[in-house]
């Protein structure tokens, strides 16, 4: 009987279409590279693929800072990324962007089926929102004093100087990053995928062995805490994927770029 190859798909951690590529992104493509090219050395039928990571909030601004659309920047920057990784020899099979029309019809096919599975629920929230702006801020637009220890100048969802993670409606002092504003809070509806329905399917698999038992470690701590439903939408003004049947909600980038 013969025998079947292996067959191995890779990919790397996307870089994002806001920049160019630096060190820490060459570090991960040559060693997956050397990996690739060493499994195909050995007759398996190994299959190298990447994107440049093109949505979302950081990408809209920083386009809008050099006075281009964010579509022109994310095909300008996914040309220098495949570029830069070809003078270090690395050898994509396919080096393509989040912001294609193939994704975009894998991700609403996606969410049809989770929508046709009532797994999908609209819930009204409140968030930090920047009036000076007109938009409402991720996290990571939001700085101040940290809850917990009160250092200065962190960021709304965590501090570097003592390790504490909390909600940017709890940072102490918060100033939007775009204005300096405080930022106000503002009900917006929002979509959330039903992850707590999973926990059990989620622990079954992980107590097989799906994972390394460092990771099964930390996922642990996870499902102590209590799985939490998780937001898939966020507001206008968005870069990315409308999401159907809506004027003014997008497609969360961490549901799209995966």
Known sequence: M????????VTSALPYASGPIHLGHLVEYIQADIWVRFQRLRGRNCIFVCASDAHGTPIMLKAREKGISAEDMVVAYQQEHQRDLGRFMVEFDNFYTTHSEENRELVEEIYHRLTERNLIERRLIEQAYDEEAGMFLPDRFIRGTCPACGAT????????????????????????????????????????FRL???????????????????????????????????????????FGFRIPDTEDKYFYVWLDAP
């Open 2 to 9: 013969e025998k079947q190859t292996k067959k191995i798909l």
């Open 153 to 192: 100048d962190q960021h709304g969802d965590s501090c570097e100087n003592c390790g504490a993670t909390y909600s940017p409606g709890e940072i102490c002092e918060p100033k939007s990053i775009l204005t300096g504003a405080p930022p106000v809070l503002k009900e917006s509806e929002h979509l959330f």
């Open 196 to 238: 707590v329905e999973f926990e059990a399917i989620l622990r079954d698999w992980i107590a097989n062995g799906a994972v390394d038992i460092g990771v099964a470690r930390k996922l642990e701590e996870w499902f102590d805490a209590g799985l939490r439903d998780w937001d898939i939408s966020r507001d206008t003004p968005y």
